[in-house]
């Protein structure tokens, strides 16, 4: 027990270290990094599979790794070995305790999944996924990949914090990609995309005026954060007011709620202006966030 407690404290140094090093606006290389699409295994049960999806990563010049909650512990010596040339992707994955605190600071997340389930989501394949990717990263968005565990894939709860689906046309009969197989499918198709050529009559990104998409001009994108500080302030409410009933319902209602959230592309204004309605409803402003402006 002391040795796991000890090891879980090493962990948590190095990737506040990782953290640290990072630049929160930088140029180059850094800045180069940070507009990259971010991949986020979640619980994945061998080190090895770590290792190998790094290294997919690294074939198609991706470079943020982050981990949440890896079933063996980290580091991991195995993951380092079967990354081959990529251990240095390895080395600055970043270890998460759940998803929302892995995706927090990004705009846009997608959800790998061979599984529509019940959700009402977009789906994209690898290829419009990652020319989506790209279109927002021109935007100085920040995106992310969720890719599940290698036995069970993404859980309903999770797929729930995403914006939208990531899914292969794979054959019927054998629907499951490996974790590796998954992450290399896309970052594929991300490198495709990212150095396509642009096409004929493109707006550059200096011809502001007649690019095309969403105007932003005193607003940004939600980052995941702040939509799930709305979806806490949100569900609190409902709670008391009793509208999340039956109790065996109240999963399924929080998902479909989320979702259409989700499907909205929310501005950073959007949910404070929420979070400002749900205060006026309920004449309760959530705790420690009083400026709902």
Request: hydrophobic share 40%; aromatic share 4%; no cysteine.
């Amino acid at each position: 027990m002391k040795a796991r407690t000890e090891s879980r404290k090493r962990v948590q140094a190095k990737s506040a270290a990782i953290r640290k090093r990072r630049p929160a606006t930088g140029r180059s290389v850094g800045a180069r990094e940070t507009a990259m699409p971010v991949i986020i295994l979640v619980k994945p049960q061998l080190g090895e599979n770590i290792g190998f999806a790094a290294r997919a990563m690294a074939n198609f010049e991706l470079t943020d790794l982050r981990l949440v909650a890896p079933r063996d512990g980290w580091p991991s010596d195995k993951a380092r070995a079967a990354a081959a040339g990529a251990a240095a992707i390895v080395d600055r994955a970043t270890v998460h305790e759940n998803v929302a605190d892995a995706i927090g600071d990004l705009n846009f997340v997608l959800a790998s999944t061979a599984r529509r389930r019940e959700t009402v989501k977009a789906v994209f394949s690898p290829e419009s996924a990652a020319t989506e990717l790209k279109r927002r990263q021109e935007q100085s968005e920040r995106t992310g990949v969720l890719f599940g565990p290698e036995q069970s894939g993404l859980d309903n709860d999770t797929i729930a914090l995403a914006d939208a689906i990531l899914t292969a046309p794979v054959n019927p009969a054998l629907a499951s990609l490996s974790l590796p197989q998954a992450v290399l499918l896309f970052s594929y198709e991300w490198l495709k995309a990212r150095t396509a050529a642009p096409s004929l009559g493109r707006a550059t990104s200096s011809d502001k005026a007649a690019a095309e998409g969403l105007a932003l001009s005193r607003t940004r994108p939600a980052r995941r954060a702040e939509l799930l500080g709305l979806f806490k302030h949100l569900e609190a409410e409902l709670d008391r007011t009793g509208f999340l009933y039956p109790a065996e319902k109240r999963p399924s209602m929080v998902r479909a709620i989320r979702n259409m959230f989700h499907r909205m592309s929310a501005t950073e204004q959007d949910v404070r202006t929420w979070r400002g309605i749900v205060a006026s409803l309920s004449g309760r402003p959530p705790d420690g966030d009083q400026d709902l402006s």
